[in-house]
């Protein structure tokens, strides 16, 4: 079952039934880079303080309605301080166009040409808030946006906070395990030696290595697969209907399947075009989608009526 909420985040939230949540996928609108069309978006806020205030206080108000095994998976992308100029970066445009995003002037703290670090703001705001950072995510673009710089490296990651209420929570690893090397199988086999152990660190390392690499249930283990890391290298996918950034659906798999029980329910505060009610319900899991913009909903209707059939949306 989809369900969706139109209108503001914060009024939304609150109708929610408390300790009901199992899992969050979002990407809340960038702070500064664009302008979603509708009065009362987040991300327009004047100074990027007053931006991950509003965060928080949106954490604040999901928390008690998150059960206290959830986890929050929190997608935000960097940007610069472009100076003087007004118009946006084109991070999350399609095409270059400008959509009528006015760039916020240089602040104070953040000189010209800075990046301005608001993912890692928004991640040590939330942490002195009281919540747990459990992961830094690293999203690795192979096919990032073009940029015309040559005095630095072209960006081509965003990252993903996997954000918890509590120090125990809801994690399936088995879930989202990523193949053996063959170079690992091979140590599998062969057993760990002295010339590999050399290329580790010494001391502790070596023999939890050894311990690791020892025991049949940890051979065992390693050959079903290996724990997810934290670097996820996905192509971002244009979607037709929407012309803002949408989430690619092999990045939030992920994340729903590891965080979320099959059954469970999957919130989007800033639902966009759907995507998170789409990946929720082909896995099994209910989602509650909430959209300022009623043209969005429309675009995430069409979307899932035409990938997963009409029956499972409730409005
Ligand atoms: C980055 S987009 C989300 C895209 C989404 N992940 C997808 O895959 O389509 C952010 C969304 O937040 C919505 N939004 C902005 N301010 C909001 C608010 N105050 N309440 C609810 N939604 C809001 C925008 O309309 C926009 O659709």
Same mark, same amino acid.
């Given at each position: ?240 209907? #929407? ?5 690619? $659906? +092999?990045? &939030?798999?992920?994340?729903? =399947?590891?965080?979320?029980? @099959?059954? %469970? ?21 209910? #989602? ?5 913009? $009623? +043209?969005? &909903?429309?675009?995430?209707? =069409?979307?899932?009526?035409? @990938?997963? %059939? ?6």
């Amino acid at each position: 079952m989809i369900s969706f909420l139109q209108g503001d985040v914060f009024d939304n939230i609150k109708k929610l039934e408390d300790n009901s949540i199992d899992c969050v996928v979002t990407s809340p609108p960038y702070w500064g880079l664009r302008n979603y069309g509708v009065n009362g978006q987040l991300g327009l806020e004047p100074t990027y303080q007053e931006h991950i205030k509003n965060i928080v206080e949106l954490f604040r108000a999901m928390k008690p309605k998150l059960k206290d095994s959830a986890t929050v998976w929190l997608n935000y992308g960097d940007s610069y301080s472009s100076g003087k100029r007004t118009s946006t970066t084109n991070q999350t445009l399609r095409g270059n166009k400008n959509y009528g995003v006015t760039r916020t002037p240089v602040q104070e703290g953040i000189k010209e040409k800075d990046l301005i670090m608001i993912p890692n703001r928004i991640a040590i705001a939330l942490q002195d808030d009281g919540w747990y950072i459990r992961s830094e995510i690293i999203w690795h673009k192979p096919n990032p946006m073009p940029e015309s710089v040559r005095d630095r490296p072209t960006n081509c990651h965003e990252k993903i906070w996997l954000i918890t209420k509590n120090k125990k929570y809801y994690y399936n690893s088995d879930a989202i395990k990523e193949p053996t090397t063959e170079a690992t199988k091979q140590r599998m086999k062969s057993g760990w030696n002295g010339n590999q152990k050399k290329n580790y660190a010494s001391g502790e390392e070596q023999n939890h290595l050894s311990n690791y690499f020892g025991s049949d249930k940890a051979k065992e283990n390693a050959l079903k697969g290996r724990n997810k890391r934290n670097v996820w290298t996905i192509t971002t996918k244009p979607c037709k209907e #929407a012309h803002f950034a949408t989430f690619p $659906k +092999d990045l &939030i798999e992920p994340c729903i =399947k590891a965080g979320c029980p @099959e059954g %469970g329910i999957v919130l989007d505060p800033f639902g966009g075009s759907g995507t998170t009610g789409i990946v929720a319900s082909q896995n099994n899991r209910n #989602a509650i989608l909430i959209e300022l913009n $009623k +043209d969005y &909903i429309d675009i995430a209707n =069409k979307r899932i009526h035409k @990938e997963l %059939g009409l029956f499972n949306v409730k409005s």
